[in-house]
């Protein structure tokens, strides 16, 4: 498993009194301070000695988790699975939604394949972590062997060393997959012990009776394992997906590490509930960029005590909305560092 340590807290009174002293009123920038504040309680780990040394963000990459599920076939989407291997063929051509904002935005792109039916052969874009051709019915069957979760989390520790080896500080989690709001919304009402109802929406934009179907066939997979349901792992195994196995391991990883995780959508929102069940101190490296339209993100984001940056009305997943996100991230940053306190200006301190 994964060693994950709480950020210290030993220096934020320095690094609260240093906003404050920027040559602003206190708290005008709004959350850009409360980010700024995490982003260099994270960085600075609790040592002072490290508090001249600038805040950075270094090769940030977004990490996109391609997966199938199983109950894609039975009615839950409007897309078939295959749109799954399409779409990551359209990611490896630089033609999606993702591929767009990244190149806007400065995130290197890379594309992880845990488990598409169709895989993508001899492309160099993509990282082969497949742990199947995508998971089982999980209203029939398990959707994968406890094992696979294991595998996935190791698979996601060796990506993040090689990033982090590589200079990278800070990754972004995308996901890709028919069927994956299906597997996010029995993880969540499992792990929260909630109604279905409560956490199920349109995903892709169901109309009204593909919505009953989906709702149905989720609480046919809850009723079916009710009775292994007995930890993350096991949700993960029973009801979960292969990219959000290798997310939530991401995000473990990531944390092991002590570099910050942008969160996506509702999907790696759910994975990141996971990681925080199985190791709460992860929860002091995540950033979560915006509250998309799927009905159980906002209740999702609420159990995190997470205020998202944006709120935009989007709904693509693909890690668009964490892509989004990053300007902010450098503001916050750059304020920090480069903007002038009281004293260095000469202005009368308005706190």
């Not at 904002?101 to 890379?110: K, N, P």
């Not at 009402?189 to 009776?209: F, H, K, P, Y």
């Amino acid at each position: 498993m994964f060693v994950v340590e709480a950020v210290k807290p030993d220096v934020d009174a320095i690094i609260q009194h240093k906003i404050n002293q920027k040559t602003k009123p206190l708290g005008a920038l709004g959350q850009l301070e409360s980010l700024a504040l995490q982003i260099a309680r994270v960085q600075y780990s609790g040592d002072k000695s490290s508090l001249s040394t600038p805040l950075q963000i270094t090769k940030p990459t977004m990490l996109v988790f391609a997966a199938d599920h199983g109950i894609a076939a039975y009615g839950v989407s409007i897309a078939p699975s295959e749109v799954t291997t399409q779409m990551v063929h359209n990611f490896v051509q630089g033609g999606a939604a993702i591929n767009v904002f990244c190149r806007q935005v400065g995130f290197e792109l890379e594309i992880i394949d845990c488990g598409i039916l169709q895989p993508l052969t001899g492309q160099e874009n993509v990282i082969d972590q497949r742990l199947g051709a995508g998971t089982k019915a999980m209203h029939l069957a398990a959707a994968m062997p406890l094992e696979k979760v294991a595998q996935g989390f190791e698979f996601a520790r060796q990506l993040i060393t090689r990033h982090v080896d590589a200079g990278c500080n800070l990754i972004a989690l995308g996901e890709m997959g028919i069927g994956n709001t299906s597997a996010a919304t029995a993880v969540m009402s499992a792990m929260l012990n909630i109604d279905v109802e409560q956490c199920v929406g349109r995903g892709t934009g169901i109309d009204d009776a593909t919505l009953v179907i989906k709702t149905k066939l989720i609480n046919q997979a809850l009723d079916l394992h009710q009775h292994e349901l007995v930890s993350p792992q096991a949700i993960l195994a029973h009801v979960g997906g292969f990219e959000i196995v290798q997310m939530t391991g991401a995000i473990l990883a990531a944390a092991e590490q002590k570099i910050l995780v942008v969160i996506d959508g509702f999907i790696a929102t759910a994975a990141a509930l996971v990681a925080v069940k199985l190791a709460p101190q992860s929860r002091d490296y995540l950033i979560f960029a915006h509250e998309s339209q799927e009905q159980g993100h906002k209740f999702l984001l609420q159990q995190l005590q997470a205020t998202p940056l944006l709120s935009l009305g989007l709904r693509l997943g693909e890690g668009t909305g964490a892509a989004l996100a990053l300007p902010l991230i450098q503001a916050a940053v750059n304020f920090y560092n480069q903007m002038a306190s009281f004293d260095d200006a000469g202005v009368n301190n308005v706190v």
